[in-house]
């Protein structure tokens, strides 16, 4: 790792101060926002970046905050450890807790912060590589588009088809939550599902809104609405911790035998976390059966694109909507 | 040089530098041109994707054609050349040793890329490494031996002992008579002599001809045809001539002498005249000197050419028909046909208890050397004389070629051969030696002319797409009966030696197997796709993929397993080749089989899916062709001794084997020889192909040596002996052309030598590649090392050739350039190769010796098919088999299709 500067800020516009001036993404080399270290080191270790700085945001105040369920308030530095051991979470906003649960070993949840997790950078093989000249690394094209993509998108690609890798990501954009951010020109909020670009929309080199001298401040996510129950799906190819190959973040209203609302994210499958728009209006009003769960699937699923090597995520992605609407419907279709 | 005003500053190998960039320039073009930094080398610039320009920067290794030189601003950068010496020591020791490098090309990059790996892990395993090294791309090794040298570095680097199978690696010879193997003399026939300049070749040290600096020196490069097929009204060039830094632009109108070249036939114009057709997207219409690579890419962009743009003709099934548009105005399109009659077909199909037919096609592929075709000319100390640095595969021809070309008397051209960046047959033909020798005929100045990668791409010639019809034979217990074939390859828009490989295609139709009844007849067409000619294999390839394919349908029919069936059939002495010439020493085949028996049937029992295929490849051209070898030992006043041939090193190791020839013979160490290979003798031999330059050259080496070594006897010393020059010149002139004999000649003898081969392909359960075993009769291998790595690294050739390689072209024009796309296997794809020697004496050889460069990838295509089929139950009729588990096992080789 190549040395750099430790600046330990105190407030959010010292902290700011500290980042780069420009309005663009962050250069290789320079400064960062350091938070619970878990991807940014690695990031280092391997020469992906090479800042000449790192802003701790540990003493830094106002980005600590913790309200729990279910009006939930997280500040940018909550640990996923707490995130997944709050009983409220647990019962309000289910989804959030299994994917904070899901996310690495329990040393890392002990470390990562929710911030972290979000701004976290993709972790396609050819980006992790420092050699590979990558599109996300400035470079002109994206070598998994004809190379190695087992682990690539399947909606949303081009010119980059990275997976975004957060678990809490998909949940939260589930959970309707809203983020703030804060610059030099001041504090401002979003649906967290806007935070999230497209390489076709924003920057290709970044996955989200924030220019280098934007800072993550916290996580809002409201109570939810009568009747409505979550759950986070992943599938992850090794037993032990892994990031996940797809994840679904389901949300419903289920009526008798009627499912009258539903809200469902896909995960690892796209650039951001994955919003099934049609699959939701399909579902609205629908009888609670199979035949419903396995069209919803299909409809959910009926514009992939998939690469060469990850076909697989198109009838794995389908299992698991099934899965996760069998699970909120109580276990069996009525 | 022109330049933007800002400079960048850096610090480069610990000094500051500072450079005035070119708009848009990259690192690696700012160090190899203005920081003197020539370690780093250009592969693809600027893809990205060969890792041939690899430099650290700021502690990352970046392929440095990728980056912008104004992103160094303030940083530091570390090339080979700033590694300290201790280090640099170690690291092209290790690749030495380990006979990690061949053209040596791609080492450089990984020689700094070790160190930057080890400083990270210290202890990498295998599996790790080869990850590690994705963003390399080599094109001889097969990785094997690079990764073993990683390995010998990081123990070495950790103070440790080597463990015994990098320290004393397996010795993988069986002699063919059950003798036990030769023991070798230090740096003899036989032992693991270092390759030749291996650790100058290592650190970047030994100029290629891309590296070669002169003072006044001016850049070349080329404007090729914008279609596949156009006729060309007008070219004019004012624009370009009038670009700041240019110097000259030369188009047909410019070449004094023999416009038109060829190998065999004279049907390539250096230069498409105004009038004339272009007929193919790498027809050259001008070509540029200016001050500096970017001005005269620059200003070849400039020039205007006006078109009249046809339809061209790709389809080779087409261009045959009568009444098809000749497309080349010195032959037609039909440009060859073999035929090869034997025995009565018909009537053995009849008898035959099982027949099989098939209808097979193999693609278009790139040699893909990693070195893309360069030369400088210079003007020589004699006005009107001219010297000329070239990388082609024959000096000679070069300097007929080229001499022509410029008018000037052959001995007024100097030719001089620098060792390749590997050549695999694409730099057989010309290339640009003649253009760079007529802009610096033009300029009176030193010019050098480098392609692009794209530009390379474009211009040499391809392995030919053969469609192949198959009829097989046998009787109920197996034994081959008839063979019946029909080829239609496509040679593209020049003749290249198109003609001789859909003759040796032929002349390979029946494979190393016994038969009796053959009727094979073998078409060259002529296109408007880009040329297509020699490829390491020669059409032999291509041959025995449907011919294996057909064999293992037989096999089933009758019953057998595949190495069964081909023991059965396999070839011995006093067999007949499908030429009709009689085997009558050093046909190792059934030994080859021997060799591989037991992992066949082990993987077999284990419930793997398993192919096998044999190979035959001829050594030396034959067929009537007159060859030969020719060597000169000079004894120098520095008391060592040149030895002069005239063939050519591409990475083979040609010049190694021929010191051990000579320190075979004479005693002297391999440390006084220095190989060298131009034109101060008249060494004409003609191309280095077909597996020849071991036997032909090393027989005139030994010749040579011998005449030598009675002067050391007769008790001179080297000393004595200064100034002296020991000549051997050897003929093979006995060797009988295709078909029927002339009156008076009795025996068919198409070929000097042939190499042999079995090899088994095992996939895992998954259905990816796990193990192939290579067990080749190569006569004697006289360096163990290269030996192992032409193996190896044909091997790797094969199975890309087999599953993944492929250069599509659509409407004359290649589809990709891109490496990856291009489907050359990475370290990651590669199984465990494992390699069999078998020793089995070629008399008309040195010491033994035959060719091996070429038969390694000749079964392995055939192998992977059967493996397959074995896997899945699939036939394979087409390559490349990328609609296989294992090819969608690996990591490139997929094309990617632009979007509607
Ligand atoms: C072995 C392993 C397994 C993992 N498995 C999973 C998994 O299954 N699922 C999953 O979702 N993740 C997984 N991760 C990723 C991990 O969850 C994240 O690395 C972690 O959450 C990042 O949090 P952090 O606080 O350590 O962030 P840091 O590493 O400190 O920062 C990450 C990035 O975010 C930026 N950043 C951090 N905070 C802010 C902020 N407040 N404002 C602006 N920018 C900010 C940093 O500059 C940096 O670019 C895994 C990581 C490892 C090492
Ligand atoms: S020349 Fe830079 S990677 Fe090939
Ligand atoms: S040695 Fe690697 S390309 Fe030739």
Redesign the interface.
């Known amino acids: 790792m190549k040395s750099f500067e430790l600046a330990r800020p105190t407030s959010l516009d010292e902290a700011i101060d500290l980042l780069p001036k420009g309005r663009g993404p962050a250069e290789i080399d320079d400064a960062r926002p350091l938070a619970g270290g878990q991807d940014i080191l690695t990031e280092m270790k391997d020469y992906l970046i090479t800042p000449k700085r790192l802003v701790d945001l540990a003493g830094v105040a106002g980005l600590d905050a913790y309200q729990s369920a279910p009006d939930l308030v997280l500040g940018s530095l909550t640990r996923l450890a707490r995130i997944a051991a709050d009983p409220q979470i647990a019962l309000h906003h289910r989804a959030l807790s299994i994917a904070a649960e899901s996310v690495a070993s329990v040393q890392i949840r002990n470390q990562a912060t929710l911030g972290g997790n979000l701004c976290q950078r993709p972790r396609c093989w050819y980006y992790r590589n420092e050699s590979v000249p990558c599109i996300k690394k400035g470079g002109a094209e994206c070598f998994a588009e004809s190379g190695l993509n087992k682990y690539n998108a399947i909606f949303g690609g081009g010119p980059s088809y990275i997976v975004h890798p957060s678990d809490c990501a998909t949940a939260l954009v589930l959970l309707d939550a809203t983020v703030t951010k804060r610059g030099p020109r001041g504090e401002s909020r979003m649906p967290l599902e806007q935070f999230f670009t497209l390489p076709s929309e924003g920057s290709v080199v970044r996955e989200n809104v924030l220019k280098a001298n934007e800072i993550l401040v916290q996580v809002e996510v409201p109570a939810p609405k009568p009747g409505w129950t979550s759950t986070y799906l992943k599938f992850k190819e090794r037993e032990s911790f892994d990031f996940a190959m797809s994840a679904v973040a389901l949300s419903a209203r289920i009526e008798g035998d009627t499912i009258a609302e539903a809200r469902m994210v896909l995960g690892a499958v796209a650039p951001i976390p994955w919003r099934a728009g049609e699959a939701e209006s399909f579902l609205a009003g629908k009888p609670n059966t199979h035949a419903t769960w396995k069209e919803a699937a299909e409809i959910a699923l009926a514009q992939a694109e998939p690469l060469e090597h990850n076909g697989y995520k198109v009838p794995l992605t389908k299992g698991l909507i099934q899965k996760a609407l069998r699970e909120l419907s109580g276990g069996e279709s009525k | 040089m022109p330049s933007n005003e800002s400079t960048v500053q850096f610090s480069l190998n610990g000094s500051p530098a500072s450079v005035s960039p070119g708009e848009g320039e990259s690192l690696m073009t700012a160090l190899r041109e203005r920081c003197n930094i020539l370690s780093v080398k250009d592969g693809c610039s600027?893809?990205?994707q060969c890792?041939c320009c690899?430099v650290l920067m700021?502690?990352?290794?970046?392929?440095s054609c990728?980056?912008p030189v104004t992103?160094v601003e303030g940083?530091e950068v570390i090339t080979l050349e700033g590694v300290s010496a201790e280090e640099r020591l170690v690291l092209a020791d290790s690749f030495a040793e380990a006979g990690a490098l061949q053209c040596g090309f791609c080492t450089p990059g990984l020689v700094l890329?070790t160190k930057h790996l080890l400083e990270?892990d210290a202890s990498p395993d295998r599996e790790k490494i080869a990850k590690a090294i994705?963003?390399h791309l080599c094109r001889c090794t097969g990785y094997t031996k690079i990764i073993d040298a990683i390995e010998r570095v990081a123990y070495k680097r950790r103070g440790e002992d080597l463990p015994e199978r990098l320290a004393n690696p397996r010795n993988p010879i069986r002699r063919a008579d059950g003798t036990p193997p030769i023991t070798a003399k230090r740096g003899g026939v036989g032992d693991r002599l270092d390759r030749y300049e291996a650790r100058q070749l290592a650190l970047g040290e030994r100029p290629f001809v891309c590296d070669m600096q002169r003072e006044g020196l001016l850049a070349g490069a080329v404007r090729l045809s914008d279609h596949a097929r156009a006729k060309v009204l007008s070219i004019d060039t004012s624009k370009a001539l009038a670009h700041p830094g240019v110097v000259a632009v030369a188009t047909a109108a410019d070449v004094p002498g023999a416009r038109w070249y060829g190998l065999i036939h004279l049907d390539w114009p250096g230069f498409v005249a105004v009038g004339e057709e272009a007929r193919c997207v790498g027809d050259f219409i001008a070509a540029v000197a200016a001050v500096d690579a970017a001005t005269a890419q620059a200003a070849a962009a400039l020039i205007e050419v006006t078109y009249e743009v046809r339809e061209p003709i790709t389809d080779p099934a087409k261009a045959i028909e009568p009444g098809a548009h000749q497309v080349n105005p010195t032959r037609p399109n039909a440009m060859s046909h073999t035929r090869i009659r034997r025995g009565d077909v018909d009537a053995a199909f009849a008898q035959s208890a099982h027949v099989v037919e098939g209808d097979f096609k193999t693609q278009r592929i790139e040699h893909l050397f990693l070195e893309p075709e360069c030369a400088l000319a210079e003007p020589g100390e004699k006005p009107g004389t001219f010297k000329l640095y070239t990388q082609g595969q024959g000096v000679f021809d070069d300097r007929r070629q080229v001499a022509a070309f410029l008018a000037i008397p052959e001995e007024d051209l100097y030719v001089e051969l620098v060792p390749n960046g590997g050549a695999f047959g694409g730099k057989e033909d010309m290339s640009i030696q003649a253009h760079a020798a007529l802009l610096a005929q033009m300029t009176g100045r030193p010019v050098k002319v480098l392609l692009t990668r794209e530009e390379s791409i474009r211009v040499h010639p391809k392995r030919h797409p053969i469609s192949m019809t198959y009829k097989v034979g046998c009787d109920k217990d197996g034994v081959l009966t008839a063979v019946q074939a029909e080829f239609l390859g496509d040679s593209g828009a020049y003749a290249s030696v198109g003609a001789k490989v859909l003759e040796r295609a032929a002349g390979h139709g029946c494979g190393p197997y016994k038969v009796l009844n053959v009727a094979i007849d073998a078409i060259a067409a002529t296109t408007n796709n880009p040329p297509c000619g020699a490829m390491r294999g020669f059409g032999a390839n291509q041959a025995s993929f449907a011919l294996e394919g057909c064999l293992d349908q037989l096999a089933e029919k009758v019953g057998l397993d595949g190495w069964k069936f081909r023991m059965l059939n396999a070839v011995g002495i006093g067999d007949t080749f499908a030429s009709g010439q009689v085997f009558e020493k050093s046909v190792g085949l059934k030994q080859t089989l021997e060799a591989v028996r037991e992992q066949y049937y082990a993987a077999r029992a284990a419930g793997l899916a398993v192919g096998i295929a044999c190979g035959i490849k001829n050594s030396g051209i034959g067929n009537g062709a007159e060859e030969w070898g020719k060597a000169r030992l000079v004894v120098e006043d520095d008391g060592t001794v040149s030895i002069y041939n005239g063939y050519t090193e591409m990475g083979q190791g040609l010049l190694t084997v021929l010191i051990q020839f000579a320190v075979e013979v004479t005693g002297l160490d391999a440390s006084l020889f220095h190989p060298k290979v131009d034109s101060t003798f008249a060494l004409g031999c003609g191309q280095t192909t077909g597996s020849r330059a071991t036997l032909f050259a090393g027989n005139a080496v030994v010749s040579a040596a011998e005449k030598l070594k009675t002067q050391l006897d007769a008790g001179k010393t080297l000393a004595n002996l200064r100034g002296e020059v020991f000549a051997a010149d050897i003929v093979i002139n006995d060797t009988t052309p295709p078909g029927p004999l002339k009156p008076g000649v009795t025996k068919v003898k198409t070929h000097t030598a042939f190499g042999f081969a079995t090899q088994v392909v095992i996939l895992d359960e998954q259905g990816a590649l796990k193990k192939v075993i290579a067990a080749h009769d190569v006569g004697r291998a006289v360096n163990l090392s290269l030996c192992e790595g032409q193996l190896e690294g044909s091997v790797h050739m094969g199975l890309g050739y087999a599953l993944t390689e492929d250069l599509p072209c659509e409407d004359g024009w290649p589809v990709t350039y891109?490496l990856?796309?291009i489907g050359v296997l990475r370290a990651r794809d590669m199984p465990e190769v494992e390699i069999h020697l078998i020793e089995d004496h070629e008399p008309e050889g040195p010491f033994g010796a035959k060719g091996v460069g070429e038969v390694g990838l000749v079964p392995t295509a055939g192998a992977v098919a059967g493996a397959l089929f074995a896997f899945d139950g699939t036939r394979h009729y087409e390559l490349p088999m990328k609609n296989s588990p294992a090819a969608?096992a690996i990591?490139?080789g997929?094309?990617?299709r632009a979007?509607a």
Request: no cysteine; charged share 45%.
């Open positions: 600027p893809q990205g890792g690899l700021d502690g990352r290794a970046v392929t990728a980056v992103k940083k890329r990270k994705d963003v891109k990856r796309e969608k990591s490139v997929n094309i990617k979007k």
